[in-house]
Structure formats: structure tokens, C-alpha cells
């Protein structure tokens, strides 16, 4: 499975982005799909994972309300739109694959097997 983030970049407090997560492998419908972030200094968290077969989705509460994660199935990627950003929103942004089938251990980023580059948000204020 390959995966590639896109989307990222500059964008004003209040104002939204779209990042976007090319996919690639045959078995890709079995997996869940993640997005976790990274702000400078410090560690990697979860943001927001979708099911694939199901379309059933979690997030973290620091973006619920905010942030919606969706499959795009006739491109095979996984969006994650991002609106309301705020300065704290900022860091590099990772989507990940797993194929857990147990949605507790999705906040986790051990659980993920396959990862992708990251974008870069960054909100300014």
C-alpha cells in the first residue's frame, strides 16, 4: 500500500483547507484510514480516522465539529477538510493505513502499518 498527503499549506485563522490521500493497493478497501499530525516540538497525534468499507469515522475531540474525514472512492483517497482552523492547528499533517479491526486502538499511532509524507498546514493569526 502506498500513500501520498496532499493539500497542505498557508492559510489565515477562521479560514479552511483540503488535504487530500492518494491510495494505492488492491486491498485498500479493507483498511481504515488515518490522519494524525505533528506540531513542532511536539508528539504525534491522532486527528481523524474513516473506515473504508463501512464509512464509519472517529476523531479526535480537538477537531470534532471542525474537521471531516471522507473516502473519495472513484479516485481512492481519503480527504480530510479542515474548517475553523486555528494557530494550533498547525503542524504536519501524516495519513496512515491500518487494517485493526478494533477502533479503540485508532488514536493510536502504533496501529497503523503503512504511512505517507506529510503536508505542512500552517495557520497563521
Known amino acids: 500500500v502506498q500513500l501520498q498527503a496532499s493539500g497542505g499549506g498557508l492559510v489565515q485563522a477562521g479560514g479552511s483547507l483540503r488535504l487530500s490521500c492518494a491510495t494505492s493497493g488492491r486491498t485498500i478497501s479493507t483498511y481504515v484510514m488515518g490522519w494524525f499530525r505533528q506540531a513542532p516540538g511536539k508528539e504525534r497525534e491522532f486527528v481523524a480516522a474513516i473506515r473504508w468499507s463501512s464509512g464509519n469515522t472517529y476523531y479526535a475531540d480537538s477537531v470534532k465539529g471542525r474537521f471531516s474525514i471522507s473516502i473519495d472512492t472513484t479516485e481512492n483517497t481519503v480527504d480530510l477538510q479542515m474548517n475553523s482552523l486555528k494557530p494550533e492547528d498547525t503542524a504536519v499533517y501524516s495519513c496512515?493505513?491500518?487494517?485493526?479491526?478494533?477502533?479503540?486502538?485508532?488514536?493510536?499511532?502504533?496501529?497503523?502499518?503503512?504511512w505517507g509524507q506529510g503536508t505542512l498546514v500552517t495557520v497563521s493569526s
Open positions: 496512515a493505513a491500518t487494517f485493526s479491526p478494533f477502533s479503540d486502538t485508532y488514536t493510536n499511532a502504533r496501529t497503523y502499518t503503512f
